[in-house]
């Protein structure tokens, strides 16, 4: 770099920068007029240091002199903005507020009023001013980011890319056994239930052009995974029963396809079942807004049977005539851009991502950060496991060489080096390390509250993306009286730590699709420690709501019966009398409770313990009937009241 440049970037004069040199004792010749860029990013970097170390000092000289700043905020803000405008650790600023009384997160917003008053106690005034500011910006990649990322500045650079296509659908409709078909492997006879557990990537083959498949999972629970594989593809293959038709998954698939803005094939399934009724399901369609060619709109659908292999060859050429249109492109000579589709942690290798490239080449030996994780690329692999040097735009493929397992749908970048990785990774880590933060300090205002009941949970998946999915679904069905309380979560085996945890803080294990260590297994028997091992989601879930449920208190339901009026007063004793009365609706009911009305307003309660009519001892009497009773409660009836009669029965309380 030329000193000059240097200069200018660092807004130093030439003979600072020389002096610089001289202090952080630099190979550098006296007048040379270019430096290494080593020692230029060093000189930055001191700069920025020196800098920063003389804003700190300014800050201590200030307070030690009493002087307070004055900074404007807008009327709302979220709590990591007004940490930013007031210069103060997100952590300080959620701390004043819980000490106030206020349970939040860096992402929500607080007023002025209340901004005002912890400022004054973090030594700083504010005053308003306008409210257009103080959005706070996500530490993942929004779809307009990442479209400006994946956006070349010279077409020339452009070379035509494999389709990128979802196979998505409600569960049971046979997206897994299409892919089977296509693929001529048997993925779905090997799967908890037949259900898809997880999102993969595959890769085949047609006419000698390349299509890249995202299969996703089915169940609702997995709606934000599903999100996320369509938003990362090109065509949307919607798989359809035709002997079961449109259903909530079907219509929810359509959503996320209409909002990623993606062309939708359907692929009517089971047209082999002699119930199958394609007709039907293109009129279901209809009705949802998919319009089918043979309904006059445009889009394609396919029948076929996914288990005969009949109708693959057209699906595929439909595919392929979609994406021809789309013209889509890629730059391969760029570095790598690729979203992560799912990832675990392997025993012999440590994390593992399944990334879908985006554009550019990844190449093994690579720097890369993925959110709020880095490392270098030692190896990658194909779906099939085969070791590869390189992958080009729209490969998945496996990564092996993080620090640690991403999240699914994090965004993976080649980096020029592994310093510039670690440090661009710090700032999202410690965003991190709020965020846990403020989990923590919400989950603490729930455990405070004794009037709300709490399951205690562990939860261990096999990898990333299930994990997250029951997380979401697990707290989604919580209610006022009772919540999952999540003492721990991870990627793994349940391990003796787990087990530990469980037994020392009353917590139930459950483990999805992963095995328990027999350490871990002995110390959970001789402990009572209890761990559940799930292989589908639905056995989890339902398993977790009878459990919340068995924690509530019995519920009370009322059923009225019936109204009597009295007509007559026969004996009266100290908490009992016996009266007489016509049912004027429904029925009297012997052993029933009573709402005592005396001039349409409730006098008290009470019990009617023995029923007579004509001089019989009964156990129910009709509307329009006379009858005799036995009354016990604190209140003295009179002639004229109205006895409203109903019974109470406790139940059991369900999510």
């Given at each position: 770099?030329?000193?000059?440049e240097?200069?200018?970037?660092?807004?130093?004069?030439k003979?600072?920068?020389?002096?610089?040199?001289?202090?952080?004792?630099?190979?550098?010749?006296?007048?040379?007029?270019?430096?290494?860029?080593?020692?230029?990013?060093?000189?930055?970097?001191?700069?920025?240091?020196?800098?920063?170390?003389r804003?700190?000092?300014?800050?201590?000289?200030?307070?030690?002199?009493?002087?307070?700043?004055?900074?404007?905020?807008?009327?709302?803000?979220?709590?990591?903005?007004f940490a930013?405008?007031?210069d103060?650790p997100?952590t300080?600023v959620?701390?004043?507020?819980?000490?106030?009384?206020?349970?939040?997160?860096?992402?929500?917003?607080?007023?002025?009023?209340?901004?005002?008053?912890?400022?004054e106690?973090?030594?700083v005034?504010?005053?308003?001013?306008?409210?257009?500011?103080?959005?706070?910006?996500s530490?993942?990649?929004?779809?307009?980011?990442?479209?400006?990322?994946?956006?070349?500045k010279?077409?020339?650079?452009?070379?035509?890319?494999?389709p990128?296509?979802?196979v998505?659908g409600?569960?049971?409709?046979?997206?897994?056994?299409?892919?089977?078909?296509?693929?001529?492997?048997?993925?779905?006879?090997?799967?908890?239930?037949?259900?898809?557990?997880?999102?993969?990537?595959?890769?085949?083959?047609?006419?000698?052009?390349?299509?890249?498949?995202?299969?996703?999972?089915?169940?609702?629970?997995?709606?934000?995974?599903?999100?996320?594989?369509?938003?990362?593809t090109?065509?949307?293959?919607?798989?359809v029963?035709?002997?079961?038709g449109?259903?909530?998954?079907?219509?929810?698939?359509?959503?996320?396809?209409?909002?990623?803005?993606?062309p939708?094939?359907?692929?009517?399934?089971?047209i082999?079942?002699?119930?199958a009724?394609?007709?039907?399901?293109?009129?279901e369609?209809?009705e949802?807004?998919?319009?089918?060619?043979?309904?006059?709109?445009d889009?394609?659908?396919?029948?076929?049977?996914?288990?005969?292999?009949?109708?693959?060859?057209?699906?595929?050429?439909?595919?392929l005539?979609?994406?021809?249109?789309?013209?889509?492109k890629?730059n391969?000579?760029?570095?790598?851009?690729?979203?992560?589709?799912?990832?675990?942690?392997?025993?012999?290798?440590?994390?593992?991502?399944?990334?879908?490239?985006?554009?550019?080449?990844?190449?093994?030996g690579?720097?890369?950060?993925?959110?709020s994780?880095?490392?270098?690329?030692?190896?990658?692999?194909?779906?099939?496991?085969?070791k590869?040097?390189?992958a080009?735009?729209?490969?998945?493929v496996?990564?092996i060489?993080?620090?640690?397992?991403?999240?699914?749908?994090e965004?993976?970048?080649?980096?020029?080096?592994k310093?510039?990785?670690?440090?661009?990774?710090?700032?999202?880590?410690?965003?991190?390390?709020?965020?846990?933060?403020?989990?923590?300090?919400?989950?603490?205002?729930?455990?405070?509250?004794?009037?709300?009941?709490?399951?205690?949970?562990?939860?261990?998946?096999?990898v990333?993306?299930?994990?997250e999915?029951?997380i979401e679904?697990?707290?989604?069905?919580g209610?006022?009286?009772?919540?999952?309380?999540?003492?721990?979560?991870?990627v793994?085996?349940?391990?003796?730590?787990?087990?530990?945890?469980?037994?020392?803080?009353?917590a139930?294990?459950?483990?999805?699709?992963?095995?328990?260590?027999?350490?871990?297994?002995?110390?959970?028997?001789?402990?009572?420690?209890?761990?559940?091992?799930?292989?589908?989601?639905?056995?989890?879930?339902?398993?977790?709501?009878?459990?919340?449920?068995?924690?509530?208190?019995?519920?009370?339901?009322?059923t009225?019966?019936?109204?009597?009026?009295?007509?007559?007063i026969?004996?009266?004793?100290?908490?009992?009398m016996i009266?007489g009365?016509?049912?004027?609706?429904?029925?009297?009911?012997?052993g029933?409770?009573?709402?005592?009305?005396?001039?349409?307003?409730?006098?008290?309660?009470?019990?009617?313990?023995?029923?007579?009519?004509?001089?019989?001892?009964?156990?129910?009497?009709?509307?329009?009937q006379e009858?005799?009773?036995?009354?016990?409660?604190p209140?003295?009836?009179?002639?004229?009241?109205?006895?409203?009669?109903?019974?109470?029965?406790?139940?059991?309380?369900?999510l």
């Open positions: 770099m030329n000193i000059a240097l200069s200018k970037k660092t807004n130093l004069s003979d600072e920068i020389r002096r610089i040199i001289v202090k952080l004792r630099l190979p550098v010749p006296d007048r040379a007029k270019k430096i290494e860029n080593k020692w230029a990013e060093r000189i930055e970097r001191h700069v920025q240091e020196r800098a920063m170390r804003e700190v000092q300014e800050q201590e000289i200030a307070e030690k002199k009493g002087a307070t700043r004055t900074i404007t905020i807008p009327g709302r803000v979220t709590v990591k903005k930013e405008l007031i103060k997100v300080a959620i701390t004043e507020l819980l000490r106030n009384g206020i349970v939040t997160n860096l992402n929500e917003s607080i007023d002025f009023e209340t901004a005002a008053i912890i400022s106690d973090l030594g005034k504010v005053q308003r001013g306008s409210d257009k500011t103080g959005e706070v910006q530490t993942k990649l929004t779809p307009e980011q990442l479209k400006q990322l994946l956006t070349e010279n077409d020339k650079d452009l070379k035509p890319r494999p990128i296509v979802v998505t409600h569960v049971d409709h046979g997206k897994t056994t299409l892919l089977d078909a296509i693929r001529e492997t048997n993925v779905a006879g090997g799967e908890a239930g037949g259900i898809t557990q997880h999102i993969a990537a595959y890769q085949v083959t047609k006419k000698g052009k390349r299509i890249t498949f995202l299969d996703t999972p089915g169940h609702e629970a997995f709606s934000a995974m599903r999100q996320r594989g369509t938003a990362a090109d065509v949307a293959i919607l798989v029963a035709a002997n079961d449109v259903k909530p998954q079907t219509v929810e698939a359509i959503n996320f396809a209409k909002a990623a803005q993606i939708i094939i359907v692929a009517i399934n089971k082999d079942l002699p119930d009724n394609p007709d039907k399901v293109k009129q369609l209809s949802v807004g998919v319009l089918t060619e043979e309904w006059g709109g889009t394609v659908a396919v029948e076929l049977s996914a288990k005969k292999r009949e109708g693959i060859d057209k699906l595929l050429e439909m595919v005539l979609v994406a021809d249109v789309q013209e889509l890629a391969p000579h760029r570095p790598a851009i690729g979203t992560v589709v799912e990832s675990n942690i392997d025993k012999q290798v440590g994390p593992v991502a399944t990334v879908l490239i985006l554009t550019g080449t990844l190449n093994a690579d720097h890369i950060t993925v959110g994780t880095h490392g270098a690329v030692r190896q990658l692999q194909n779906y099939r496991g085969e590869l040097e390189r080009l735009p729209a490969d998945p496996m990564v060489g993080l620090n640690q397992a991403p999240e699914a749908g965004i993976l970048m080649v980096e020029t080096s310093r510039v990785a670690k440090g661009k990774v710090k700032e999202l880590q410690q965003l991190e390390k709020i965020r846990r933060f403020s989990q923590v300090a919400e989950d603490r205002a729930i455990e405070k509250n004794e009037d709300i009941k709490k399951l205690a949970v562990i939860v261990k998946a096999d990333q993306g299930s994990l999915a029951i679904t697990l707290k989604s069905i209610n006022k009286e009772v919540v999952v309380s999540m003492v721990r979560s991870g793994g085996d349940v391990t003796e730590s787990d087990v530990m945890t469980a037994q020392s803080t009353g139930l294990v459950m483990g999805f699709n992963v095995k328990v260590a027999p350490v871990a297994k002995r110390i959970a028997e001789k402990e009572s420690v209890d761990v559940e091992s799930y292989k589908v989601i639905y056995d989890l879930i339902e398993d977790t709501k009878k459990r919340m449920a068995a924690l509530l208190p019995l519920e009370t339901i009322r009225d019966l019936g109204k009597l009026r009295l007509l007559a026969f004996r009266t004793t100290k908490g009992s009266v009365g016509k049912v004027i609706s429904g029925i009297a009911m012997r029933a409770k009573v709402d005592i009305l005396r001039n349409d307003e409730l006098l008290g309660k009470g019990t009617i313990t023995d029923l007579q009519h004509n001089k019989k001892r009964v156990d129910e009497v009709e509307s329009g009858c005799g009773m036995s009354y016990s409660g209140e003295k009836l009179r002639v004229n009241d109205i006895l409203v009669f109903y019974k109470e029965e406790q139940h059991a309380k369900t």
